[in-house]
């Protein structure tokens, strides 16, 4: 018994080492999340090799370790290639080792394993909460081994050898999954949070610089472009020379807009809260942006519900134009602009979805960066910033979900939640949270 014990935690070990010390080393490494996921799953495969090589049981060429479990984490946290990947590196291996029923059982539980990983992985990612996550693996783990002694009890015929192995192996099966999803689960929380940090302190310095500088440099701004319209009106200015001044006075406004971004940035708390009818609120930014959506041929497609919420309205304002500003510069060729209001349990949803060009996962992760953006010389990096800080100051939160939903067509989820709305049609019936996803479909 004490060298099962030994084989159980030398097992369990494998499993830290390849889930807890690889992501930490990984974390610090200034790689894309692409070859972090492969070499995540590397590790992963090599402690499913040296699983097999020291196993908790080994009797008539059955082989009773945590290999399972690396699958289970492998495939449902990394996708079908990691699942697929784990799945070869097990049966290739294990038919090293040798033993025909074994080899079978492998096989069995090994296809089992990716099956379910492919249909399960899009909801484990998106759909679940942290502990969901934790329970759905220490249950799938229960079964796979269930389902593992069932089909070794046909060809092994000693109950002592039986016995030994359902002390040992089925309760470590578990212990192994929950142990291993508890870690996964907790790295990303605190890379997350790591994360969060950063961004904050970015945030925090430009917030200085835009509250120390913005009104210093509005002011001269504001005398010159006077003197420039009273030269534009002056009859002793020439054709070409009103040209020239007209272009300065368009690149002035250009620069007071972007201060007017770092002043909203730098003091974004709301002056005058009041009742904001979400639907009113929403058209008013749609009849603005509707020139420049018709001059890129976009399509505005809406569906809105007047739910009425809490805020100040120049505010809420500038966060819905600033993100549907952004979703039609992502349709040059033209498109359609899709807005939809809705109500789902707690949450008041604003759907804004876009046709457009798309991101990748690494731009999707710095939006809101201060300076960050993907138009090039035509963007700024403030709009998105902004946005974030709005939200920030409303005690709200940004969260960018990615996945796929056809095989050329993603949706990035984007969800703004902000404390205390209420609902017109249920006699101020106060809620929790408000929350605004922005669906942007990219092809």
Known sequence: MPSLIREVLLNLFFIILALLIVPIWLEERRISDYAKTILKTIAI??????????????????????????????????????????????????????????????????????????????????????????????????GTAILTM???????????????????????????????AYITETIQKHSELRRRIVRAEKMEVVGHLAASISHEVRNPLTVSRGFMQLLLQSERMNYKDKQYIQIAIEEIDRAEAIITDYLTFAKPAPEHVEKLNVKTEIERVIDILRPFANMSSIEIQTSLVPFAVKGERQKFQQCLLNVMKNAIEAMPNGGTLRINVSIDKDYVLIHIGDTGVGMTKEQIERLGEPYFTTKGAKGTGLGMMVVYRIVETMKGDLLFIAKLVTEQMYICIFHLIISRIWNNHQNDLHLNKLVIDLFFLFY
């Open 150 to 180: 069932v089909l070794s009890n046909i060809w092994i015929v000693d109950e002592y050898q039986l016995s030994h192995i359902i002390s040992t192996y089925f309760p470590a099966q578990p212990l192994a999954a929950f142990l291993g």
């Open 45 to 142: 495969g090599i402690c499913i090799i040296f699983c097999m090589t020291f196993p908790i049981h080994m009797t008539n060429g059955f082989i009773f370790d945590l290999r399972q479990v690396a699958i289970w984490i492998g495939g449902l946290y990394g996708g079908t290639f990691s699942a697929l990947f784990l799945a070869m590196t097990t049966i290739i291996y294990r038919m090293i080792i040798g033993g025909t029923e074994g080899v079978i059982v492998t096989l069995i539980i090994t296809v089992i394993q990716v099956i379910i990983c492919f249909f399960f992985y899009r909801k484990f990612q998106t759909s679940l909460s942290s502990k969901q996550r934790i329970t759905s693996i220490t249950i799938l783990s229960i």
